[in-house]
Every structure is written in structure tokens, then in C-alpha cells.
């Protein structure tokens, strides 16, 4: 349970970042 909540923190903090990079990008 633990794990699981870490990885999805990362894993949204990823997307979050991936967003922002395509945002400046265009």
C-alpha cells in the first residue's frame, strides 16, 4: 500500500512534468 502511493505520486508528478515540457515546447 505504501509502495503503490509512492509510485503513483511519481507517476502523476511525471505526467505533471511531461505537460509542462510540451507546454514550453509549443
Do not use: K, N, Q, R
Amino acid at each position: 500500500m505504501f509502495t503503490m502511493d509512492i509510485y503513483f505520486s511519481f507517476l502523476f508528478m511525471l505526467m505533471l512534468l511531461i505537460c509542462v515540457l510540451i507546454g514550453v515546447a509549443f
